[in-house]
């Protein structure tokens, strides 16, 4: 039996994940995201689908960031009517990124007299398709196709989906964890797979700091407090927020560093933290131990929630050593532009970035060393340090990639893997390693592809 791959999204790009297997009788997508970063993304996405969305009749979603997430909304309205799966945390925390967005296109539409990709009712329609399934729990679906959903270990609830049909499978595996992370447990295997789609973020470089991350996040929180400055750290609300707010407060309540004030200033990422206060299942087991023994690992002496614009200007006021954490993670965007904005031209700030930077971003930009950016029209001189610890990456770097590939082929030989989801040189370089070092068959399709496979 012969069925096609469609690469819609997610290639030759980081972002805007969207893939489609096509049996010829059941269409069904792996997520529906945005493309982000560059200021022709806006443009991109509100582009309509290459394909018929009401022709769709599955999406299967590996988990709620924005990039993979962030245009299910617009596909409903487009058209779509199917069943979407995805795991209970997937689900939960989708909706809060979908109100978050939805408020800002809001903004964005009556600053620049442009159309929100979706309204409302959008994602009040989108929401009751939703449907939810636990890891390794089979959905059967029409044409013979089963698919499960097994742990990546990226963030709360992400998951790889396999569809399996007269014998054969096809792995989508979303983003993959980068192991060993604060909260989440390693990621699964995937074995005896004909075909992998998979992503490479992170395809040509390795995470050199994983085992340090705690001993630099440590050195930069001691040097503010030296030189009672402001250690700003950009986090994307949704995983690596939380895994910050984690490492700080083992590192304050195990006496490793005083109590400093601490300002989350990101109503997004609170209203995340909560609802990974009450998902510890889909913890790694250490981590779910020190909660129910009593330990909200996301409060800690000094720390504060700023949910308000008033509250968000009062920060600056403070004038003792803090850490200040808001969105969004690559600055495109959020309160992190407004602490940018006050506190990049004092040398006492340290810029710490803990996450992948885009290019074309401001993060990025500062982080290859600009003395100069442009915020919100506004000149900005850069005095203040810029650093990085790769190690918060809540992506697999080059060498976990290729061992999930190797430990899930030993005994079984793939048709083909697909290395998606990375930037062009990313890509083709882990497709190399790939051929080079394990023999397997891999390629970089291009985007809107339409590869034939033996499923």
């Not at 995470?207 to 250690?231: A, N, Q």
């Amino acid at each position: 039996m012969s069925a096609t791959i469609g690469f819609y999204g997610g290639v030759g790009s980081v972002t805007g994940a969207n893939f489609m297997l096509d049996t010829g009788k059941l269409a069904v997508l792996v997520d529906c995201g945005l493309e982000q970063g560059d200021k022709f993304a806006a443009d991109r996405n509100a582009e309509p689908f290459v394909y018929d969305p009401a022709h769709i009749d599955v999406l299967f979603v590996t988990h709620a960031h924005a990039d993979h997430i962030g245009r299910i909304p617009k596909l409903v309205r487009d058209g779509f009517a199917g069943v979407i799966y995805s795991t209970e945390p997937t689900k939960a925390l989708a909706q809060i990124m979908f109100d978050d967005a939805l408020h800002i296109m809001e903004y964005e539409a009556e600053r620049d007299e442009r159309q929100p990709l979706y309204g409302r009712q959008d994602i009040d329609r989108a929401l009751a398709l939703w449907e939810t399934a636990a890891y390794h729990e089979p959905i059967t679906l029409e044409d013979d196709v089963e698919a499960t959903f097994t742990n990546a270990g990226h963030i709360l609830g992400s998951a790889m989906v396999q569809f399996t049909r007269f014998g054969k499978k096809v792995v989508f595996t979303g983003d993959i964890g980068n192991a060993p992370q604060p909260l989440m447990a390693h990621p699964e295997v995937p074995e005896q797979y004909d075909y992998m789609v998979m992503e490479s973020v992170y395809g040509d470089r390795v995470h050199e700091e994983v085992e340090e991350r705690t001993d630099m996040l440590k050195h930069f929180i001691e040097e503010t407090i030296r030189k009672e400055g402001t250690l700003i750290i950009p986090a994307f609300s949704l995983e690596r927020t939380q895994g910050i707010l984690f490492e700080i407060n083992n590192l304050i309540e195990s006496g490793e560093v005083p109590s400093i004030k601490t300002y989350l200033d990101s109503p997004l990422a609170i209203r995340v933290t909560d609802v990974y206060r009450h998902a510890t299942e889909f913890m790694k087991p250490e981590v779910a131990e020190q909660i129910k023994a009593g330990d909200d690992i996301f409060t800690f002496e000094g720390l504060s929630f700023t949910e308000t614009m008033k509250e968000s200007s009062m920060i600056a006021r403070y004038g003792g050593p803090k850490i200040i954490i808001a969105g969004s993670g690559m600055s495109h965007g959020g309160r992190i532009r407004n602490h940018e904005k006050q506190f990049l031209g004092d040398t006492k700030t340290t810029l710490l970035l803990v996450g992948y930077q885009t290019v074309g971003s401001i993060g990025r930009l500062l982080q290859d060393g600009a003395k100069q950016v442009w915020i919100d029209g506004m000149q900005v001189r850069v005095k203040a340090q810029v650093a990085t610890i790769r190690g918060y990456s809540a992506h697999a770097d080059r060498n976990q990639l290729i061992d999930l590939v190797y430990n899930g082929t030993q005994d079984y030989q793939p048709k083909q893997v697909f290395v998606t989801m990375g930037e062009e040189r990313a890509s083709l370089f882990l497709t190399q390693r790939l051929r080079d070092y394990l023999g397997v068959n891999a390629i970089a399709p291009e985007e809107n592809a339409e590869v034939e496979i033996d499923f």
